[in-house]
C-alpha cells in the first residue's frame, strides 16, 4: 500500500515537472518570436520648416571636354584617354583659355583624332583660329564642344545633395489634399559650376524641386512650402560663349561680303566715254554702267539687311540673358 502510495506520488511528480517544462519551453518560443519580430519603421519627426520650391529655369548650356594644350607655332596638341574622347570629332569647335582660366577672344578647331597604338590615349591636334590681337602663346588650355542644349533644366547648386557619392535633388509633388510631398530621387547631372547644376529633362518629372533642402528632410514627407520662380544665373559662360560665337559668324559674313565685293566690282582707273547715240558702243558702255549701278544697289541692300538682322540677334541675346 505504501509501495502504491509512493509510486502514485512519483508519477504526480512527474507530470508536474514535464509540466514546467513544457510551459518553460513554450514561453521560451513566445519570447523568441517576440524578439525577432522586424522593429516598428523609425517615426518620422514633424517638419515646420517652409521650404523654397521652384520648377527649374531654363537655358542654353554647351557640353564641353577639358583639354591641356601644348601649342607650337600656330598648332595644339593634346592627350586624352578614349573614354574622355569618345565624343570628339574633328570639325568641332574649341574655346581657349589662358593660364588664368581667363576665355580668350578667338577659337580653335579639332583638326585630327588619332590612336595611339602604343598606349592607346588618343592624341589631339587643334588648329586657332587666325588672330593677330591674342597671339597663341597665351593659349594654354581649351575646351571641346561636343555637343549643346538649347533649353536645358538648371536648378541652383544648393538644391543639390550627394548621398554615397550619387547626386540626388528633392522632388515636390502636389496631393490632392492640397498640400505638398517631397521626394529624394537621384539626379542625372549635365554639368555642374560653382553657382549651378544642369540635369537631363526627365519627362515624368513634377519639374518642381525643393531649392534649399536640409537634413530634417524625409523621403515621402508633406511638407510647408513657398513657391518661387528661380530664373537662373544671369550670364553663363554658355551664354557668353554663345554671343561669342554669334559674334564671330557675323565677322565672317562681313569679312566674306567685303571680299566678294572686292573681287565682282572692277576698278575704274579711266573715265568712262561720253555716251551720245552715235557711239556704236554706247549701248554697251550704259549697259555697263547700269550692272555697275545694280551691284551696288543689291550689295546695299543685303548690307542694310545684315544690320537688321545683327541689331535683332543682339536684342534677342540681350532678353534671353535677362
Same mark, same amino acid.
Given at each position: 500500500?505504501?509501495?502504491?502510495?509512493? %509510486?502514485? %506520488?512519483?508519477?504526480?511528480?512527474?507530470?508536474?515537472?514535464?509540466?514546467?517544462?513544457?510551459?518553460?519551453?513554450?514561453?521560451?518560443?513566445?519570447?523568441?518570436?517576440?524578439?525577432?519580430?522586424?522593429?516598428?519603421?523609425?517615426?518620422?519627426?514633424?517638419?515646420?520648416?517652409?521650404?523654397?520650391?521652384?520648377?527649374?529655369?531654363?537655358?542654353?548650356? %554647351?557640353?564641353?571636354?577639358?583639354?591641356?594644350?601644348?601649342?607650337?607655332?600656330?598648332?595644339?596638341?593634346?592627350?586624352?584617354?578614349?573614354?574622355?574622347?569618345?565624343?570628339?570629332?574633328?570639325?568641332?569647335?574649341?574655346?581657349?583659355? @589662358?593660364?588664368?582660366?581667363?576665355?580668350?577672344?578667338?577659337?580653335?578647331?579639332?583638326?585630327?583624332?588619332?590612336?595611339?597604338?602604343?598606349?592607346?590615349?588618343?592624341?589631339?591636334?587643334?588648329?586657332?583660329?587666325?588672330?593677330?590681337?591674342?597671339?597663341?602663346?597665351?593659349?594654354?588650355?581649351?575646351?571641346?564642344?561636343?555637343?549643346?542644349?538649347?533649353?536645358?533644366?538648371?536648378?541652383?547648386?544648393?538644391?543639390?545633395?550627394?548621398?554615397?557619392?550619387?547626386?540626388?535633388?528633392?522632388?515636390?509633388?502636389?496631393?490632392?489634399?492640397?498640400?505638398?510631398?517631397?521626394?529624394?530621387?537621384?539626379?542625372?547631372?549635365?554639368?555642374?559650376?560653382?553657382?549651378?547644376?544642369?540635369?537631363?529633362?526627365?519627362?515624368?518629372?513634377?519639374?518642381?524641386?525643393?531649392?534649399?533642402?536640409?537634413?530634417?528632410?524625409?523621403?515621402?514627407?508633406?511638407?510647408?512650402?513657398?513657391?518661387?520662380?528661380?530664373?537662373?544665373?544671369?550670364?553663363?559662360?554658355?551664354?557668353?560663349?554663345?554671343?561669342?560665337?554669334?559674334?564671330?559668324?557675323?565677322?565672317?559674313?562681313?569679312?566674306?561680303?567685303?571680299?566678294?565685293?572686292?573681287?565682282?566690282?572692277?576698278?575704274?582707273?579711266?573715265?568712262?566715254?561720253?555716251? @551720245?547715240?552715235?557711239?556704236?558702243?554706247?549701248?554697251?558702255?550704259?549697259?555697263?554702267?547700269?550692272?555697275?549701278?545694280?551691284?551696288?544697289?543689291?550689295?546695299?541692300?543685303?548690307?542694310?539687311?545684315?544690320?537688321?538682322?545683327?541689331?535683332?540677334?543682339?536684342?534677342?541675346?540681350?532678353?534671353?540673358?535677362?
Amino acid at each position: 500500500m505504501h509501495a502504491s502510495r509512493r %509510486i502514485l %506520488i512519483g508519477i504526480i511528480a512527474v507530470l508536474i515537472v514535464g509540466a514546467g517544462l513544457a510551459t518553460g519551453t513554450y514561453l521560451s518560443r513566445e519570447n523568441t518570436v517576440t524578439q525577432t519580430t522586424a522593429p516598428a519603421s523609425e517615426k518620422i519627426e514633424p517638419n515646420f520648416t517652409t521650404y523654397d520650391i521652384s520648377p527649374a529655369s531654363r537655358g542654353a548650356v %554647351i557640353i564641353t571636354v577639358d583639354v591641356a594644350l601644348n601649342v607650337t607655332d600656330d598648332m595644339g596638341y593634346a592627350t586624352l584617354t578614349q573614354q574622355e574622347a569618345a565624343e570628339v570629332k574633328t570639325g568641332q569647335r574649341v574655346l581657349l583659355y @589662358n593660364t588664368h582660366g581667363d576665355i580668350l577672344g578667338k577659337f580653335g578647331a579639332v583638326e585630327t583624332v588619332t590612336v595611339d597604338p602604343a598606349n592607346g590615349h588618343v592624341n589631339i591636334t587643334i588648329k586657332p583660329d587666325k588672330d593677330k590681337a591674342v597671339p597663341n602663346d597665351l593659349v594654354t588650355r581649351g575646351k571641346i564642344i561636343t555637343g549643346d542644349i538649347s533649353n536645358a533644366p538648371r536648378l541652383p547648386l544648393a538644391a543639390l545633395v550627394e548621398k554615397d557619392g550619387t547626386p540626388h535633388i528633392w522632388e515636390v509633388s502636389a496631393n490632392e489634399d492640397g498640400t505638398n510631398s517631397a521626394y529624394f530621387k537621384p539626379a542625372d547631372v549635365v554639368r555642374k559650376t560653382d553657382s549651378f547644376i544642369v540635369i537631363n529633362e526627365d519627362p515624368n518629372s513634377s519639374n518642381m524641386f525643393v531649392l534649399n533642402p536640409d537634413s530634417a528632410l524625409r523621403d515621402g514627407q508633406a511638407i510647408n512650402v513657398k513657391k518661387i520662380l528661380y530664373a537662373g544665373p544671369e550670364l553663363t559662360e554658355e551664354g557668353r560663349v554663345m554671343v561669342m560665337i554669334k559674334k564671330r559668324q557675323r565677322i565672317l559674313v562681313e569679312e566674306n561680303t567685303k571680299s566678294f565685293l572686292r573681287m565682282s566690282t572692277p576698278v575704274i582707273s579711266q573715265p568712262l566715254p561720253t555716251i @551720245n547715240s552715235c557711239n556704236p558702243h554706247a549701248k554697251i558702255t550704259t549697259d555697263f554702267i547700269n550692272k555697275i549701278k545694280n551691284i551696288s544697289v543689291q550689295e546695299e541692300i543685303k548690307r542694310r539687311a545684315a544690320r537688321r538682322e545683327a541689331k535683332q540677334e543682339m536684342k534677342k541675346e540681350k532678353q534671353e540673358s535677362e
